[in-house]
C-alpha cells in the first residue's frame, strides 16, 4: 500500500523559510515523478513543482520559480519543498503526489496516482 505523508508546514512571515518533507512508503521515489500541490481556501489545486527521472530534473511554477526547491533524497525516500520568502497568497494546504514508474513532467493533478493528506502552510506579512 502506497503511503505519502507531509510534514514540516506551519506558520510562517514573508523572509521566513520552511521546508516541506514527503515521506513515501510502499513506493521508491527515485522511480515515480514526484510532484507538489498547493491548494488555498475555495480555490482548485495548483502546481507548484515537481521533479522526475534519474537525473531529477525539476520543473516549477513560474511564480516559485526563484523562491522553491523541491528534492529528494533516495536513501530516506522523501522528497522536500523548500519554501523561501514565501508570500501570503501562497498559504494553503500543501499536498505531495506521486505517479509511480513514470519518467516527465506532470503538472495536471490528474495525472498523479497518490496523494499525501496535505500540510497546511499560512504565510503573514
Known amino acids: 500500500q502506497v503511503q505519502l505523508v507531509e510534514s514540516g508546514g506551519g506558520l510562517g512571515q514573508t523572509g521566513d523559510s520552511l521546508r516541506l518533507s514527503c515521506v513515501a512508503s510502499?513506493?521508491?521515489?527515485?522511480?515515480?515523478?514526484m510532484g507538489w500541490f498547493r491548494q488555498a481556501p475555495g480555490k482548485d489545486r495548483e502546481f507548484v513543482a515537481a521533479?522526475?527521472?534519474?537525473?531529477?530534473?525539476?520543473n516549477k511554477a513560474d511564480t516559485v520559480k526563484s523562491r522553491f526547491t523541491i528534492s529528494r533524497d533516495n536513501a530516506k525516500n522523501t522528497v522536500y519543498l523548500k519554501i523561501n520568502t514565501p508570500k501570503p497568497d501562497e498559504t494553503g494546504v500543501y499536498y505531495c503526489a506521486a505517479r509511480p514508474n513514470y519518467i516527465g513532467v506532470i503538472r495536471t493533478a490528474r495525472d498523479y496516482r497518490y496523494w499525501g493528506q496535505g500540510a497546511q502552510v499560512t504565510v503573514s506579512s
Open positions: 510502499g513506493l521508491t521515489i527515485h522511480r515515480p515523478t
Open positions: 521533479i522526475t527521472g534519474p537525473s531529477d530534473i525539476e
